[in-house]
């Protein structure tokens, strides 16, 4: 007997050699040095993207840095992201648990961040094949027309009693005004305006450095520091929201199919999709955290690199009005007859990308990716920013060429992998479609009916970004009727109309 314990601990000892062996012999990516208990967190600046981007100059295109006890695997190469998203798809199909996503998104119940399984293929189906199909998308379009008519009046009557607009803000409110009522049948302005500013902290909380994220022994830290108070503050007047006009919609007669917001389809699909009421939430708030920002950040961007190149603008606003013609406003069926200015759309998410870097996936087996091995639990985050700027990839790549796109085939469903503004493969954002009609028609409005100027003595425009999971400006655009000119005042960007 006492043999038999023997044998038995000899092959125990002799396994856990040999396992410890094995794991030595892994060909992990390269890495730079790390520090006790924060690994590389230490070269990791304001901007994550830019830092990664800085490191795999340096260290490679794939790229291993440690944040804390979390080990995370950057990939800044489209041959290297098509492994993950397509090659190894399977592999690298669910997502780690953030802190604060985990909390908002009611336990990963949503699209973006649901774990690779029959649930989350199912609510994938019903957003792809009853939220956002392209009949669909086409019955929202008096609702795009009429919120867009609102915005050019406003901006109109604004600049005409020469009242200052903050072109920042309009298009914000536009953007959370547009998605509440495909959502919900009511605009934010209608006692919902604290409904947007909640989806803009709720971006800002899921970009603050959480330490349950990337060492849990210390994820006490967050209660110290306020973060677990402020995600669950937020949460609860998010949640109390949605019950609110959860009851509303259930409470009130039937609509007309062709009248049903997201909603109503959502509280339709409960039986033949097995999703609860919670599930619901998680879903609306995929709808109005990546509906609003999103577009709204595009929309900026498209003027900035407009205003920053005034013989681009020219060029786009003769193409919008030669389109246009003697109409009073630009169509969506208008824009398909716009080559330029789709160019420019493309041109802005190759440089501003809505997200820098694509939501994490994590392995769950260890998978061999072009030579490297990357064990199981490795968090995998496609650094789309750097491959969009990638100088291999694009000529001059740092600067603003709407025309790069005039001969290419790239769309925007990310099939070449190094252009993916909406990610790629069975993760690509499904609202795609949706965003970007509503931000090639609110601009090709914008140019249609505005003539924007920058002043002689305006040498360089601030072009600056702001920390956070979006990439947005630092900046605001605010506007003045003042002869069609742009100043700048205390870094705030100020244009004007005539």
Known sequence: MVLEYLLLLISVLLLIRFGRAQSKKLNLPPSPSKLPIIGNMHQLGEFSHNSFLNLSRKYGK????????????????????????????????????????????????????????EYWRQVRKLFVQELLNAKRILSFKYVREEEITLVIENISRSCSSQTPVNLSEIVLTFTNNL??????????????????????????????????????????????????????????EIDTFFEKVIDEHVSRSQQDDSKKDFLDLLLHGQVEYNISRDN???????????????????????????????????????????????????SEEDIHQMEYLRCIIKEVLRLHPPISMLVPRVSYTT?????????????????????????????????????????????????????MPFGSGRRT??????????????????????DWKLPGDVVDLDMG???????????????????????????????VYY
């Open 280 to 330: 619901i939430k998680a879903l609306l708030m995929d709808i109005f955290v990546g509906g609003t920002e999103t577009a709204a950040t595009a929309m900026e961007w498209s003027m900035a690199e407009l205003m920053k190149k005034p013989h681009l603008m020219k060029k786009a606003q003769e193409e919008v009005r030669r389109v246009v013609g003697t109409k009073s406003h630009v």
């Open 179 to 236: 998605v509440c009522r495909c959502s919900i049948s009511t605009k934010s302005v209608e006692g919902n305006s604290r409904f947007g500013e909640l989806s803009r902290e709720v971006v800002t909380l899921m970009s603050t450095f959480s330490f349950q994220d990337f060492s849990p022994v210390l994820g006490w830290i967050d209660s110290l520091t306020g973060l677990r108070k402020k995600v669950r503050s937020v949460y609860q």
């Open 429 to 450: 954002c499904p609202g795609m479609g949706f965003a970007i009609i509503v931000v090639e028609t609110v601009v090709a409005n914008f140019l249609f009916h505005f």
């Open 367 to 419: 998978a061999n990716v072009l030579g490297y091995d990357i064990p199981a639990n490795t968090i995998v985050l496609i650094n789309a920013y750097a491959i969009q700027r990638d100088p291999e990839l694009w000529e001059n790549a740092e600067e603003f060429i709407p025309e790069r796109f005039s001969n290419d085939n790239n769309d925007f469903r990310g099939q070449d992998y190094k252009f």
């Open 62 to 117: 794939i790229l291993l840095v440690h944040l804390a006890k979390s080990p995370w695997v950057i990939i800044s190469s489209p041959d290297i992201a098509r492994e993950i998203m397509k090659t190894h798809d399977n592999e690298f199909a669910n997502r780690p648990v953030l802190t604060a996503a985990n909390v908002f998104f009611y336990g990963y119940t949503d699209v973006s961040f649901a774990p690779n399984s």
């Open 465 to 495: 970004e702001a920390p956070g999971m979006n990439v947005n400006r630092e900046s605001h655009f605010i506007l003045f009727q003042y002869l069609a000119a742009l100043f700048i005042v205390d870094n705030v960007i100020c244009c």
